[in-house]
């Protein structure tokens, strides 16, 4: 352990705090954490903690969906502008807009939203059960957002149903951006044996051409599951660092430019003055955070479909 670990670990047994760090955090705060997981598996560990603290390592919707399942806990976001820009496309009043004009169409939103529009949403999901939560509604037409691509891949997998997004154009910066198909298929010439596994935040020209569209523990399972040994990982660069880590004969072809500024914000300096200063406490309103509560909880009850 080097001298950053040890201090993160007295601070962290301190302050009986536990350190719950998304798939794309940087190596050091993935090796400092507790658990790593995607967004979905950050909830079910974030509601199960003992902890007196939980320091979260991630985007704000992260961090508030931990502090809303745990109003009597401390829980502490290191940089408190490692924020979504996605979940700031959808503000609350173009939820409350689209339900006037889709009257009886279900709100389903990606947990990737500010916590002032879950608020008024009728289901909540992660990347990782979006097909099962939707599918769940017997309703046909469903509002679905904020990300148009994500919507995609829903409708595609369930055309019995009408995906209406939410707003049209919601996307993830990087995924939209920076995963590019000219990007993936130069990859697949220079690795004709790698099999793409892409997220579903990905462009549909990116999702067509992959073998496999997961979430980022999807991808997990998946590249320990297969006997291939060689993956194109279409998504934040970051969880090239754990998929390498938990599959060491293995090879993963990242896309090198498809960084989450945000998620790196949170650097071990940043954790440790987090852990030292007990900053930067994360607060949701306490009717707001009885909705999530409410949501979550539900969305947890639905197995993942990828
Ligand atoms: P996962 O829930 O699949 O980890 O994705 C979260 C995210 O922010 C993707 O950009
Ligand atoms: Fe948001 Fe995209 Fe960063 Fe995920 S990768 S946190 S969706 S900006």
Do not use: W
């Amino acid at each position: 352990m080097n001298e950053i670990q040890q201090r993160i670990f007295e601070l962290k047994k301190q302050q009986d705090a536990v350190i719950l760090a998304h798939n794309y955090q940087l190596p050091e705060i993935q090796d400092a954490a507790d658990f790593v997981g995607d967004s979905l598996d950050l909830c079910l560990n974030a509601k199960k903690t003992t902890a007196k603290t939980i320091v979260f390592c991630g985007v704000d919707f992260m961090a508030e969906a931990a502090a809303a399942l745990n109003p009597e806990k401390l829980v502490l976001h290191p940089d408190n502008t490692a924020c979504c820009p996605m979940a700031a496309m959808l503000p609350p009043a173009t939820v409350i807009e689209a339900k006037k004009q889709h009257s009886g169409a279900p709100v389903v939103l990606y947990i990737n939203t500010l916590a002032s529009a879950k608020f008024h949403a009728d289901a909540l999901c992660t990347s990782a059960n979006a097909v099962n939560v939707i599918r769940r509604f017997k309703e046909k037409d469903i509002l679905f957002g904020p990300d148009k691509n994500l919507a995609y891949y829903v409708q595609k997998q369930l055309p019995e149903k009408t995906i209406i997004p939410l707003p049209r154009e919601g996307h993830c910066i990087v995924h939209n951006h920076s995963i590019l198909l000219e990007d993936v298929q130069l990859l697949k010439e220079e690795h004709p044996n790698a099999l793409v596994l892409a997220h579903p935040e990905c462009i549909p020209e990116v999702q067509a051409i992959s073998d496999y569209i997961l979430s980022t523990n999807g991808m997990l399972h998946k590249a320990k599951g297969l006997s291939a040994k060689a993956f194109i990982i279409a998504t934040e660069e970051g969880i090239c660092y754990r998929l390498k880590k938990e599959n060491p004969g293995k090879n993963f072809y990242k896309m090198e430019s498809a960084l989450c500024r945000n998620m790196k914000k949170i650097i071990a300096g940043r954790l440790i003055a987090s852990l030292e200063k007990k900053q930067f406490e994360v607060k949701v309103e306490e009717k707001i955070a009885a909705r999530m509560r409410e949501l979550i909880e539900e969305m947890l009850k639905v197995n993942r479909s990828n």
